[in-house]
Structures are given as C-alpha cells and as structure tokens.
C-alpha cells in the first residue's frame, strides 16, 4: 500500500472543511504568528498513557512533559509564549481551522485554510497495538504529526523549539545527517525528523523549515523521545502513517469496549477517553490533569500544580471506570492507591505522585510570566501539608464500589483499610483544610466529617459481606458520634441546609455529594433545602460555584466549578427530579470545547475554560452524572419528571 | 606451556573474569543510571539477536559476560607472552582496549548491527537503533569516559588478580 493510500485510510480526509460533520466554533481567523495566548480550550489533548501533548489550534504544541506527566516540561509555551518551547507546524498567511479528535479516539485532526488551499493535520502520540507492546523496539515517546495538502497550495512554516524544565536545563541540536536531528538535554535525547528541509538556528536551540505544499503532497514528522538509553529512531514514511492508523485503532478498540449505552454516550466516551489519557500505565496512577499553573482566574495566582493524583478523585474515578466496562483500569487503580499509601499508612495524604511519592515541595518558576501574564507558575504543590479527612472516606468508597464490582481485597488491603477506619475514629473530631484545599486555617468541615462518616459506614458493610474484619461496635459508637455532629453543628435551621463548616452561613457545593454517598437521601428534607440554598446562592446560569465566589481570601475571581456543577446535575438525577437535572446537564455540554473537553472551571461570563486541562475531576462528574441520569430514566415514569422521590433515610 | 598454565588455572581466570566484569559493568551501569552516557554495551549486544527490549537486556548482558570471559583469557595471555603481569600493566591494557572500542570498533557497530540505523540511510522498519557515532559521543558526551574508565578498571582487576597469584607461564 502506498504512503497516498495509507494517508487515505487514516484521515478520510479529500474535501474542504465544509463537508466535513462539525461546525466551526467561534472567530477562527488567525495571523499566523499571533503573540498572544492561545484560549485554554483551544487546546486539543493527545497522549499516550505517560504523558499528555496539548495541541493549539494554530498547529503548535505548547505543552508536553516527559517520560512522565510530573516531569519537567520539554515544550512550555502554554506558560510563556516567548521562553517556553513549542513544536508548531503552521501556515505562513492567516487561516481558519477546525479539528475534531478521529472517531472515538485520542487522535487529533486539524484542518487549515488559507486564502489559497486546506491543509490537513494529524496528531498523536503513538500507540502500539498490544499484541506487538513487547516485540517492537520503539521510543520511550513518539509525537506523529501527519500533514496533507487538500486543495490549492499553502506555505507552512515548522518551527521545533524545545526548552527542557521551563528552559532552565540547557539542551542542543546536533544534525545526524539522514537520521534527523538530535535534540540533547541532560541525560535524554529527542529524534526530530521531517520529510522537509529544515535547518537550524546559531544557537544550535531550535529547528525550523520552511515549505510549500500543494494538493496531495504529504509529508510526516516525528519527535522520538528517549532517556537514559539508546535511542529508538522510527521511521517515517508509510512505517509513519502505519504508526497514526495503529494508533488510531488502539482508542478506537478501547472505546468500543464502553458499556455505556445511554443518551450522550458520545460525551461518556470523551470523558472516558480523556480519563485514559491521564491514566499512567505503568503504575494504575490517575493524574488530575496533564498541566501546572493554568489560572482559575485569569491574570491572578490561583495557579496550581495538578500533575499529581488526588485521593479524593479515587472513588469517583473508579466508579466511572467500572461502571463504563473499564474493569481493568478500575483494579490496576485500586492497586495503585493501596500501594502507593503504603509508607504513609495508616495516615493519608491527599496527593501522591504517580509512583506513590509525596515529597512534593511546592517551588515558583520564576523567569516565566505565566498562562496570559498569571504569575506564579508552581510546581510541586503545598496543599500535600494539609489534613483533608474526607480522603479516607473516597479510598474507602473507592475499595467498597471495587469490591460490589467482583473485585477481590488480599489480606494487606484489608488490613489496611481497616487501619485507615482506626485513623478516621481518631482524628475526624479535628479540623481540616477540607475538600477545596483553602489555605486559610483548619475549620470542622461539615463535608469532612460526612466522608469520615462514609469511611467507617462502608467498613462495615465490607465487614458485614466477610470482606474485612472491624471492630464493629466502636465504629458504629463513631459513626452514630459523627452524624449527630453533622446534624446538631453542620446544619443551620434557619437556612435549613447543611453548611460549609460548623456553625458557618455559608454553602458549599460539596455538600451535594451526601446523597451520592448514601449519607441523605436526595429527597431527604435537609438535602432538599441545601440543594435550594446551593441553587439560591451558587448558581449562575446552570454552572455552580464550589463556595461562593472571593469568599476564600484570594485575589481574583475564580469561575464556576466544572464538577461541582455535574454532581447538581447527579442530584437532581437522584432526587428524581429529571428533567432539570437533563437541562443542566445539556447546559453543562454546552460549556465544553469544541472537541469535547474540560478545564476545572467555567467562566459563567464568558464560557471560558479556566484552571488545569483537561480535568480529569470535572470528566469523572459528567460521566458519574450521564450514568445517573440513565438510572433515572430507567426508573421514572414514562411521562416525564418524577416527584415522589425515593424514600428518605 | 601458555595453554597448559591457563588449563590449569581455569577456575582462577573465571574468578579474576568475574571480578573484572563486575568492576567494568558497574561503573558502566552507574554512568548510564546517573545519566553520564546512554550507551548499554548489554543493550547493545541483545538487540543484535531479538526486538524484545527485556530479552534484548538478558541476552545482551549473557552474551557479554561470556565476551568479559574470553577476553579476561586474551589479557592473560597477554600476560603470560609478556611475563610481567601487575595492576598498572592491566590497567595500561585497558585502556589500549578502551580506545580501539571506541575508535575502531563502535563505529564499525552500524555496519554490522542488524537493528542499527546509519546516518546516511536514516532509520527503517528494522534498523532504527542510534549509531554511536564517533568515539561513542552520539550517546552523551561523557561516554568515552565511562567507556574508558571502566576497560581501564577490567584491565586493573585482571592485572592485580594476576600479580597476586603470580601465575607464570611456568605453572
């Protein structure tokens, strides 16, 4: 098969961009060099289960961390234009684009067009087919970039800058003749290669081309990346586009076996997709998103470093693996967590790295300006200090919904557990951090002690199945203990609602989860009234703040909470009143990019993507409300909203 | 008379082998652990014979073992031809090795390799291996160093081994 066909069978591609199944989003016309920043969610993610590329849609990959997600970044663009590196392949005059990710899966497409012709361009990072993972010597990393000329002819320029760990590390272009050329930093290497002339700069730091393509020329480029060992150089060519439809057919099979069925699966499968692309396979580890220091107010300093695991995201992640078929994921992620805590236990910390590491010193990137001048840009995060005790509550849910799915505890795993019970007993009478990682003082968090009640309320069902044994009467003493703290401190009469912390005024958008924890029932009288309070005073336009906004002692607004506006919608869902929870929820679709993806929060103004991207939280919180919408369906009468509820605890 | 010493002091030469080899692949292994070369002689070796990245690492790390053997056999002899064998002999044999690796043999690697690319072909479907380039330097800058140190460490472990049991060719 030619390099012609090959392309053919990958792309689909021949056509101009009108005939293609999606609209263009927004102003697209673009100068081709532009100074400014590229929107969050103009960003595309590729990835290949260690590290995660995000692709703007002017054809430059500002962000890319290697080998692994919490690596020092190689491109870095995304959080300074001019210091920071990029990979870009782009027209030379303005253009409009548009891209879409190939069917169901993490293989990014887009098309350019110019005054005078389209160009078409594939990206991925690539994938082996699993039946060859183990036969085929291959680069610890590889970025494909296929690009094909539609119609007309368009100028492209490629320009390939690397700058190692926010170019503080010094690294070098050597030409390797027909081998391409070498970028060489530390104890690591980077095979660029390109069908095209490419020369480089005095400085020896970056390469670039210039070239003309017209109607049917194709040409491919490689970035192989390699550490601490001989480099793997892949070829291109047809061996190259092989690669991307190898690629391409690796999602698309992991896709395909989502068991979801219902109305939006088309976003489950997205959202589903994204979390794989955050799942680390070499160690189960889910990663809360692939960036540092994306703001969640723009020009402010709410940056944070989300390359790490959060317990917290464990038992919605592994119900949103196990319930969409991903059995695999979920037990490898269950493994990861209880192996990764095993040198803190029985204590917990709330962020590991993704080998269990927590030694994460939080550190500013000085020289760089930061996402649209939002200085500091951090790395390493320092709310790995605070106590956050509704952890032990999500590990525990996380090892409960793992066992209702046939998973199976060994012997340290239950131990372990249990230990964590003993913890939970001892300490939920502190105060904490809480859940949003404020960094203002310890309070009693109300949503805390309902985790710590979650923790020790699935102890005992797991004892009760014969999956663990407790000491049964002390946790029930503790459990009944923490209830009535909720109920007599956690409550205010007056709002009738629960609240933020004891005796506070304030809501608190986490609190929706007392239902999907089974701690109230949706319908309860008090879950009702703090689903009214949340709505009267969190709610813009179908998106929810996580607690009211500047209310935490920060400079700068930040926007609406993208998961927090998800678990409305799951209440809703719960509570039986479907129909609402349905608008919100298509509502909240709205609020994505264009390809499908979510940043921590939404800017209710401007429907802007702000914080970390993609989010793997906010993904997990429209998938677990897309599956409790489809419970909801299933069981509500077939004229519409239901409004007797289920019965209330 | 040499072959005679040499069957005869078998189980000694395998010992100073041994001893040599561990003292060449450690501090071959700990300049690529602490990032000073990428160069894995065992990696290397393996992957003239499979794909397999893991197999490639067993196999390239036996096949060497077995080539630190017959060469610990070569610098014996070399002793014995010479009659004078001590620690800053081997290590003076060591380094003559070390530098005929690195400027002879290494870059003759891409000519024979099976899965090794060259810089005027470019990589294919089966050769897409890193050449070394000259004197190894396409594997970090560091690497003639490493390379030459740890022959120069072989050559002194067999030397000194040598000079203690102070084997002749007389027996």
């Known amino acids: 098969m030619s390099k012609r066909d090959r392309i053919n069978s990958v792309s689909a591609t021949g056509g101009s961009p009108a005939e293609y199944d999606f609209a263009p989003v927004g102003d697209m016309v673009r100068s081709a060099a532009g100074d400014d920043y590229s929107p969050i969610e103009d960003y595309g993610a590729i990835g290949d289960g260690r590290s995660v590329a995000l692709v703007s849609r002017a054809g430059s990959i500002d962000w890319l961390c290697l080998p692994h997600f919490s690596a020092p970044p190689l491109f870095s663009a995304l959080l300074d234009r001019r210091k920071g590196g990029c990979f870009a392949i782009r027209p030379t005059t303005p253009f409009r684009s548009w891209r879409r990710y190939a069917r169901d899966s993490n293989v990014l497409e887009t098309w350019f067009e110019t005054d005078t012709g389209v160009v078409h361009i594939t990206d991925c990072m690539a994938l082996l087919p699993h039946r060859q993972q183990h036969d085929t010597l291959r680069p610890q990393a590889e970025i494909l970039r296929l690009v094909e000329c539609l119609e007309g002819e368009v100028d492209l320029e490629v320009v390939c800058a690397p700058r190692p760990d926010f170019a503080r590390a010094g690294g070098w272009f050597e030409a390797r003749r027909a081998l391409g050329w070498a970028y060489c930093w530390g104890d690591a290497v980077a095979f660029l290669q390109g069908e095209l002339p490419l020369t480089c700069t005095e400085d020896a730091a970056t390469v670039h081309g210039r070239t003309r393509v017209t109607a049917s020329d194709i040409f491919c480029m490689s970035l192989a990346y390699t550490r601490r060992d001989i480099a793997v150089i892949p070829a291109l060519g047809a061996a190259a586009v092989d690669r991307v439809s190898d690629t391409r057919s690796w999602w698309q099979d992991w896709s395909d076996s989502c068991t979801f069925d219902g109305m939006y699966r088309g976003a489950v499968v997205r959202s589903a997709l994204v979390l794989k692309l955050l799942h680390y396979d070499l160690s189960g580890a889910v990663v809360a998103a692939p960036t540092t220091s994306l703001p969640e107010a723009v020009g402010g300093i709410r940056n944070w470093d989300y390359r790490y695991c959060w317990l917290r995201d464990a038992a919605m992640t592994v119900q949103a693996f196990a319930e969409l078929g991903y059995t695999h994921e979920a037990s490898f992620f269950i493994d990861w967590l209880l192996h990764a805590t095993a040198l803190t236990r029985p204590r917990l910390d709330i962020l590991y790295d993704i080998y269990g590491e927590t030694h994460l010193p939080e550190s500013e990137v000085r020289d760089f300006e930061g996402y649209s001048r939002s200085r500091p840009v951090r790395v390493g995060n320092a709310a790995q200090a605070q106590l956050q005790l509704d952890v032990y509550g999500a590990v525990i849910e996380a090892a409960h919904l793992f066992v209702r799915h046939g998973g199976r505890l060994d012997r340290g795993e239950a131990r372990a557990l249990k230990g964590f019970g003993d913890q939970v007993c001892s300490s939920w009478r502190e105060p904490d951090e809480g859940i949003w990682e404020k960094r203002d003082g310890r309070v009693h968090h109300t949503y805390s002690k309902m985790m710590a009640w979650v923790a020790l309320d699935r102890l005992l069902d797991l004892a009760e199945g014969g999956h663990l044994r407790v000491p049964r009467a002390r946790f029930e003493a503790e459990r009944k203990a923490i209830e009535e703290a909720i109920e007599t401190h956690g409550f205010d009469v007056e709002l009738d609602a629960y609240v933020a912390y004891f005796g506070a005024k304030e809501p608190d958008a986490s609190l929706l989860l007392a239902s999907r924890y089974r701690y109230r029932a949706a319908d309860h009288p008090r879950m009702q009234g703090t689903c009214a309070f949340i709505e009267r005073t969190l709610d813009v336009d179908g998106l929810i703040y996580r607690y009211p906004p500047e209310s935490d002692g920060m400079p700068g607004r930040e926007g609406a909470f993208g998961i927090a506006s998800f678990w409305m919608v799951e209440h809703l869902a719960l509570a039986g009143r479907v129909a609402e929870a349905q608008i919100r929820f298509e509502r909240l679709l709205e609020s994505s990019s264009d390809l499908g993806l979510y940043a921590e929060e939404i800017d209710p103004e401007t429907g802007s993507a702000l914080g970390n991207f993609p989010q793997a939280f906010t993904h997990v919180g429209l998938i677990t409300a897309a599956m409790a919408l489809r419970r909801a369906e299933a069981e509500a009468p077939a004229d519409g909203n239901r409004t007797d509820g289920k019965k209330s605890q | ?171």
């Open chain 2, 1 to 171: 008379m040499i072959f005679a010493s040499l069957i005869e002091n078998f189980w000694s030469v395998l010992l100073w082998s041994f001893l040599a080899s561990i003292a060449m692949t450690a501090i071959l292994q700990t300049s690529q652990g602490l990032g000073l070369s990428r160069l894995s002689f065992a990696f290397l070796v393996g992957t003239a014979f499979t794909s397999r990245r893991s197999r490639a690492h067993v196999l390239g790390f036996m096949v060497y073992v077995l080539g630190g053997w017959l060469f610990a056999v070569l610098y014996v002899v070399v002793f014995l031809i010479v009659g004078h064998g001590s620690w800053w002999f081997g290590l003076l044999l060591g380094l003559a090795h070390g530098v005929v690796l690195l400027v002879v043999v290494l870059p003759l690697v891409p000519y024979v390799h099976p899965r090794m690319a060259n810089d005027y072909d470019g990589p294919t479907l089966t050769q897409r291996l890193e050449p070394p380039g000259f004197i190894g330097l396409n594997y970090g800058y560091r690497t003639p160093l490493s390379v030459i140190t740890a022959q120069a460490a072989f050559g002194l472990v067999l030397g000194l081994c040598f000079q203690m049991s102070e084997l002749t060719a007389g027996g």
